[in-house]
Structure formats: C-alpha cells, structure tokens
C-alpha cells in the first residue's frame, strides 16, 4: 500500500515536471484558456483560412527538355480581358497588378502544391524573362497540372508622332489578363522597340510616353508588328477677350477633353499638353459670352492666339411624357456633338444648360419606360430659349445571337443606329446569346453584329416586334501571305491583292501592303477559294497563286518574286545639257509597263522588266516628244530631245 502511494505520488510529480518544462508552461496554457475564452485562438469557432480552400492543385515546372525549373507560381482568379477603355482607365488611375489568390515556391524537382477554392484561374511561372502560363479549371480536391517554361513571344514596333520615330519612349507591355505589367523598355532613336519573353497572348497592352509628347494605350495584336502614335504635348499662350476687353476668369480648354485653366487678370491664359497631332478646337466661356477658336495641327510652340467672346445665349427644357404631359422623373439630356456642355435638373423634368453659342444645338433626351428623342434647338444669343420635349412609349429589343453551331454567342457587339442612338453605343451579348435594347421609339433602325473571327451582319429593323430577334454569325476566314525575294529576303512595302475565285470576274477583293518582314494579314474573309498577286518595285508581278481561306488558322503562303530586268540611260537636249524632270514610259502592246522621271543629271532607271524589245516615250515641256524602239535590258543608253520646240 505504502509502495503503491510512493509511486503514484512520483508519477504525479513527473507529469508536473514535464508539463512545466514544455513551451509556454504554465502561462502558455493560462494564455491558451485566456485565448479560447476570448474565441481568438486555434480552439476558438472562428473558421481556419485553409479549411476553406476547396481544391489541391499540385504541379511542376519544367523546361522545354523536361528538367525542373526553380520558380514562383502565381495563381490569379479568372476574369474578363481588359478593354482598350479599361486599360486607358487602369493607366490614368494607377491602378495596382491584379493580386494573386494564391502563391507557393517550387521544390527541388520543380514541384509546387497550391492550396485555393475551386474556379478558373490563370497560373503564372516566370524565370529570367521565360514565362509559362495557363488558364484552367480547378475542381475540388486533389488535381495536378504541369506548366513548361518557353521563350516566350516576341512583339516588335514603332513609336511616332507626325514627325517621324520618339527616340527613348518609354514602352511598358500589359498582360491583359491577368492584369499585370510585363516589361518596360526605352525605343532607339528611330523609335522602334523589341519585346521578348511575353506571355502567350493574343493582344497586348502597349502604353507609350515620351519627354514633349503625351501618353498612348494601345491594343496590338502579339502575332504583327504595332505602331504607337503619340500626341504631341506642346505649349499655347494667349488672350480671352470680350468685346475687345480682357475677359477675367474666363475658362479655356479643347473641345473633347483636356488640359483646362482660367484666364488671369489681363485675360491672359497659358495652355501646355495640347495634342498636336490633329485639329485643336478651343473653347472659351465666361458668365456672359463664350467662344471658341479652331486650329490647324501645330509644330511649334504658340503665343499671341486670342479667343474672342460672343454673347452666350442658353436652353430652358422640359421633359414630358407624350401622351399625358406628366413631368418625367429620372429623366436626362446629353449634347452628342458637345459632350462638355453641362445640363443642370434644376427640378423633376426641368433642366438648364448655359452659357451656350448660338446657333443649333443637338439634344438627345432620355427616361426610364419611354423611347429616347433627338431633337435639334436653336440658341439666340443673349437669351435662353424654351423648350418642351415629348418622350414616347418604350420600345424593346430583344433577342439572341447564335453561332454555326446554333449555341448562343456571348460577347458579340450590337451597333443600333436610328432615333435616339449614337453610333458609339453598343450592346454586348450575354449568357447565351441574349441580348436586350431598351429606350427605343417605334421607328426604324439598323442593326450591325460583329464579334472577331465571324463576318459581321446588318439588318433593318423596323420597331416594335412582336417576337424577339434571332441572328446567326458565319465564321470568317483568314489568309496570311509572306513575300519573299529571289535569295530569300523579305519584301517590304510589296503590294498583295486577292480575288475571290469564280466570283466578281476576278475584281480584287483586298489590297493590302507588307510590313518589314514581308508579310500581310487579311482578316474578316468570307470563307472560299481566292488568288493571290503581288507587285513589288524592282521585280517582277507574279502569277495568281491559288489560296484557300476556310477559317482564322490558315497557314501562311509564301509567295516569292524575281527580281525583273532593268532599262537605264541619259537625256540630254540638242546641245548636249542634260534634261531633268523628262516623263520617260516604257510601253507594250501599247500599254504603259513603268515610267520614272529623270534626275537633275537627265539620268533614269525603269527596273522590274521582262526582257524582250519595247518602245520609249520621252516627254518634256517645251520639247518634241521622242519615242524610241529599245530592247531590254539596257544600260547608258542616250537619248536626244530636240527644241524647244513651239510653244
């Protein structure tokens, strides 16, 4: 018995001395009891952020031979691609990257495991400007996925403005989805710029800025090379003036958006950012008079300009419902051709807009359940005038898109021209094809559909339908062409056309030219057999080459020129001083093969000839025309013109 309580007396005394020796002791668990009364700790009902994660997706990266790749994977949530709105917008606002939902390393053998809840996702591994992407589907529980490191694609281009190449521009490239910056590079002084290692899109984001010049967003295709335009940003200084007095406070700023300041004291103002590379309507307003002053695209620096005011007149309009005359709530008033014009509610249906320049002004009004109106007011300066605008009932419409599989096409475009429409509104569908138009009046209107890949239709409608729309997109084919000399080198600025086979007796269909590295793309075809040619200078046109385009991936046609004969020499008149600006033709079978004129010099060249006798016209104001029999090819042949002759 004695025996029995010495032992259980030690026992007592070991399981102390452990629990005392162990992390935290005695106060870890009075902090634990502390913790799981105050329902913070493991212990507490507070969901674990790991239990929520519904999926496993275990991975490995790997090269191109299979070996392991030490990177980080990156997994992002699944959304839209970016528009050319929603990039100029993410730009402007400085908008971070687009967080990942989760993130692991890999292991030794290139082995990652992220732990996130079942949905779409964009996974992203990068190692040294090698990217590898994908897009997927993780359903709950364990699944696995290998991503395997490439060399990325290539987009090469341009930055210009109306002068020629930016040297330095700064060029940064946007994955579109996910949203996130890839790479930023400087152009050289002919402004062109070279990407590499992008991830496999099929367009880019391109935002371009450069000192003296404002910034362009872009959206390029990965596959063609892409040409920035960057407006210019230059500086205007001038007056406002209101019957020929400095007009105070007076607000300027171009038409369409801009940089904007007020006028000083003395009427001066100072403009600096402006777009150079088009046409600049300024606007001038002040509480009495406004103005405006158009100018040409500048070059330079400008100083000196005054605006001048005239007296603001002003619109007063109501809005009512057409058949009882009721005031509409909710309703409102827009200027299409002067989106910066101001329309105040100044009560339910009431609205003012001034000052406004006399002359006609565009309305387009519109309310909840009613068909949107155009209406075209006249202003008078020096007062408001008053108006009253009747808004029907609504007309809908609706209906579904399809493809040539008859399933419903989600993210067509919908361009509806008519009463009431701008033709910069557009509707995309949605699940299934469907699609609704509301606001609109019992009229007539045009309806175009066009989403990438398909030939586009257009359809007139007249309003309203008793049954929804149901149109079908066919898809469009494509055709790729790559012109190459007789040794294999691209043929830039080299003329390709198609023609539809059996169909418009051979009239040429496309005409479009190559880029640096010889090639072109025609996209949006209808689908069928085509020719192509191509003529390029210094060679020769080549023979119809049959081209089938059945859909977006046909293979690239290489079509190779020979380099033609060429046919050179010397004008001189009766005293032997050489002629310039002589119209030299060379003709066949009476028709013109190639003409060129002379240099200073009397020289000429005409080149991508067949060989074989033609005749030579010579003309030249003042002189008698020579015409000559030659034979091609031919070199430093001299050609006398007689005169002058008679007048």
């Not at 990217?131 to 699944?143: C, E, H, I, N, Q």
């Not at 009495?288 to 309009?317: C, F, Y």
């Not at 009560?347 to 909840?368: K, S, Y």
């Not at 020769?540 to 859909?551: G, N, Q, R």
């Amino acid at each position: 018995m004695r025996y029995r309580l010495v032992a259980g007396g030690a026992s007592l005394l070991l399981l102390a001395l452990l629990l005392a020796l162990a992390p935290g002791g005695t106060e870890g668990r009075r902090a634990s009891a502390r913790t799981r009364a105050a329902g913070t700790g493991p212990d507490a009902s507070a969901p674990d952020p790991e239990a929520q994660e519904s999926a496993a997706l275990r991975g490995w990266v790997q090269d191109a031979r299979g070996l392991p790749v030490a990177a980080q994977v990156l997994a992002f949530e699944a959304g839209p691609a970016l528009t050319r709105e929603g990039l100029e917008q993410h730009v402007a606002t400085e908008a971070r990257e687009a967080p990942p939902r989760a993130t692991a390393p890999t292991g030794p053998d290139g082995d990652f495991l992220l732990r996130l809840p079942e949905g779409r996702y964009h996974l992203l591994a990068e190692v040294g400007g090698r990217p590898a992407a994908l897009a997927l589907d993780v359903p709950p529980g364990p699944s696995e996925v290998r991503l395997v490191v490439t060399d990325g694609v290539r987009l090469m281009g341009q930055v210009v403005d109306v002068a020629g190449g930016v040297a330095r521009a700064r060029v940064t490239v946007m994955s579109l989805a996910p949203v996130r910056r890839l790479r930023e590079v400087e152009s050289d002084e002919t402004g062109a710029f070279e990407v590499e290692g992008l991830l496999p899109q099929a367009r880019h984001g391109v935002w371009a800025r450069a000192a003296g010049h404002g910034q362009r967003v872009v959206l390029v295709p990965a596959s063609r090379p892409a040409t920035v335009m960057l407006p210019c940003a230059l500086r205007l200084e001038g007056r406002v003036l209101e019957r020929g007095v400095a007009a105070p406070a007076a607000r300027v700023r171009p038409r369409g958006g801009g940089p904007e300041v007020r006028a000083d004291g003395a009427g001066r103002f100072v403009l600096e950012g402006l777009d150079c590379s088009g046409r600049t309507e300024l606007l001038a307003e002040s509480a009495t008079g406004v103005g405006e002053r158009a100018l040409e695209p500048l070059s330079e620096d400008t100083s000196g300009l005054d605006i001048s005011l005239e007296t603001a007149g002003g619109l007063r309009v109501r809005v009512v419902e057409a058949r009882s005359g009721r005031l509409l709530e909710g309703a409102s008033i827009q200027s299409p051709a002067a989106p910066e014009t101001v329309w105040r509610e100044e009560d339910v249906g009431h609205f003012r807009a001034a000052p406004l320049m006399p002359g006609p002004q565009v309305l387009l009004v519109r309310a909840p359940g009613h068909g949107a109106v155009q209406r075209v007011l006249e202003v008078g300066a020096g007062s408001e005038t008053e108006a009253e605008v009747e808004l029907p009932p609504e007309s809908v419409l609706a209906g579904r898109v399809l493809g040539p599989e008859g399933l419903g096409m989600e993210g067509a475009r919908l361009h509806l021209l008519g009463p009431g429409r701008g033709g910069a509104e557009e509707v995309l569908t949605g699940a299934e094809g469907r699609f609704e138009v509301r606001g609109l009046t019992e009229d007539t209107y045009e309806l175009r559909v066009e989403r990438p890949g398909y030939l586009s239709v257009t359809r007139e409608l007249r309003l309203p339908r008793t049954e929804p729309l149901v149109l079908s997109l066919a898809p469009a084919a494509a055709v790729a062409v790559k012109v190459l000399g007789a040794h294999g080198e691209p043929v830039e600025a080299a003329a390709v056309s198609l023609s539809r086979v059996g169909e418009g007796r051979g009239e040429t269909v496309r005409e479009e030219g190559t880029d640096a590295r010889g090639g072109v793309h025609f996209g949006g075809l209808v689908p069928g057999r085509y020719l192509a040619k191509v003529r390029a200078p210094g060679y020769l046109s080549s023979e119809p080459v049959p081209v089938e385009a059945w859909d977006e991936e046909t293979a690239p046609v290489s079509l190779v020129l020979r380099e033609g004969l060429s046919l050179s020499g010397r004008v001189r008149d009766a005293r032997g001083v050489p002629v310039g600006e002589a119209d030299v033709v060379l003709t066949g079978d009476g028709t013109s093969v190639s003409s060129t004129r002379t240099d200073a010099q009397g020289r000429f060249t005409l080149s991508g000839l067949v060989p074989g006798r033609a005749w030579l016209r010579v003309e030249k104001f003042r002189h008698p025309m020579r015409e000559v029999e030659v034979e091609v090819p031919t070199s430093n042949l001299e050609l006398r013109l007689e005169g002058p002759g008679l007048e």
